[in-house]
C-alpha cells in the first residue's frame, strides 16, 4: 500500500527532539529522510538512555529511536568545505531541508536559505527555532523549559510555583507544528511551483498551546485559572480523590443535564434540588466553592475500583488517572495502535509509541529503526550524489565520512 509522503526527500540536519521528531513524523507518512550526523559525535541525543529491567546493558535509546526511526543515517563532518559540497549535492535532489541548527550557525555552514535555494529554487527549507528568527531575542540561547516559561503554559495560578512539564513539552509541540508547516508548504509548491521558507519555534509552540488562554487575556485582561484544588474551578471539570488515595478527574459539558445523575452516583440525592445548586450558574460560578468539597468528601469514600463500574454505567464524562505503564497497556491505545509491535534488528521485538494520525488509504507505519552513526553515509553518496568506490576512499582519505 502507497504511504502518503512516499517520494518526498528529507535532508535533515538536526538534533535532540524538537527537529528530530518533525523529520520522524514525515518518514512515518512515507517520505526518505536522511539525517546528517556530525562524525565521531553524532547527535547528542544518542547518550539519553535508559536501565531495561531484565535487559542490561540495554542498548537502544529511547529517546533517539523515538525521535529518528524510519530514517537513513549519514555521518560527515559538515564543518569541513568537502562535508558542505555533499550537503549541497544531496540538496540539488531534496524536498525538504529540515534543521533546528541555529540561523547563524546554518549560515556559517553555508547551509542558509539563499545557498541552497540557489541550488534548488523548489526548495522548502524549515528552520526550528527557539524563540523565533526575529525580534530582539532571535539569538538569545533558549530551551525546552524556558520556552514553557516565557510562553505562558507556566503561569496557571501558580500560587505553589510553577511545575514545568518534564517530556519536551515545547519541543514535541513544536515538532509537530514543523511538520504541518512542512507538509503546507509542499502543497503550496506542488499548485504554485514555489520553494520557500518555512520557520516555528519553542516559544511559538508555546504560545499556540495556551492559545485560548492568550487569546482570553488579549480579550479581558485577566490571567486563567490553574488547575490546583483551591481554585475556583466548576465541580465538573474537575479532579478528586478516592479512597484509596487515587485520582479520577470529570470533564463534563452538558452540567445541567448530568446533574441530577451526579446527585445519585454520589448517593446525595438531596443536593439535586437544594436552593444553593438549583441552576448551573449556582452550581459552577456562584457556590461551587461549596459544592466543591462536597463533592470531594463523597469521592473519598470509595476506592477508585469502587467508583469504576458505577461510573461506566453513566454517560457522564470521566476518567481515571493513568500513569505511563497503565498508557502503554490500555486496550484503547493498543487497538488503535498507539502503540506497536515492531521487530528491531539489534533486540528484537520490542514495542514503539504508533502514528497518532490513521489514513485509510495511505496509512503511515513505524518500519525501520533509528540509524546507526553513519550506517547509510556510503548507500546514500553512493545512490544520491554520484560517488564512486574511488570518491568514497578519497572522502576517507581527508576525513570527510
Known sequence: MPMALEGIRVIELT?????????????????????????????????????????EPFPLSYYFENNNR?????????????????????????????????????????????TLSDINDKIVYAVAS???????????????????FLGGIQNHDNRDGPVPFWGGLASQQDAILMAFGIVTALIARERRGIGQEVHSSLLGSQVNWGAL????????????????????????WNYYQTKDGKWLCL????????????CRVLEREDLE???????????????????????????????????????????????MLHDYEMVATDPQVVENDYIVDFQHPKVGPIQMVGIPVWLSETPG??????????QHTEEVLTQLCGYDPQGLERLKRENII
Open 15 to 55: 538534533t535532540y527532539q524538537q527537529g528530530p521528531v518533525a523529520g520522524a513524523l514525515l518518514a512515518d507518512m512515507g517520505a526518505e529522510v536522511i539525517k546528517i550526523e556530525e562524525k565521531g559525535k553524532g547527535d547528542p541525543g544518542r547518550s539519553v538512555k535508559t536501565r531495561v529491567p531484565g535487559k
Open 70 to 114: 524510519n530514517k537513513k543515517g549519514i555521518a560527515l563532518d559538515f564543518r569541513a568545505a568537502g562535508g558542505r559540497l555533499i550537503i549541497h549535492r544531496l540538496v540539488e535532489s531534496a524536498d525538504v531541508f529540515l534543521s533546528n541548527f541555529s540561523t547563524s550557525i546554518l549560515k556559517d555552514l553555508g547551509l542558509d536559505y539563499p
Open 130 to 148: 527557539g524563540l523565533g528568527t526575529r525580534g530582539p531575542d532571535k539569538d538569545k540561547p533558549s530551551s525546552d523549559i524556558t520556552a514553557q
Open 213 to 236: 488562554n492568550v487569546q482570553s487575556n488579549i480579550f479581558n485582561g485577566r490571567e486563567p485559572w490553574g488547575m490546583k484544588r483551591e481554585s475556583p474551578l466548576s465541580p465538573f
Open 251 to 262: 470533564g463534563f459539558l452538558q452540567e445541567s443535564r448530568d446533574w441530577p445523575t451526579l
Open 273 to 319: 434540588f437544594d436552593p444553593r445548586f438549583d441552576s448551573n450558574p449556582k452550581r459552577t460560578r456562584i457556590n461551587n466553592k461549596v459544592l466543591i468539597p462536597i463533592m470531594r468528601e463523597a469521592f473519598a469514600k470509595k476506592t477508585l475500583a469502587q467508583w469504576e463500574p458505577i461510573l461506566n454505567e453513566t454517560d457522564l464524562g470521566w476518567a
Open 365 to 374: 507505519s513505524v518500519r525501520t529503526p533509528a540509524p546507526e552513526l553513519g
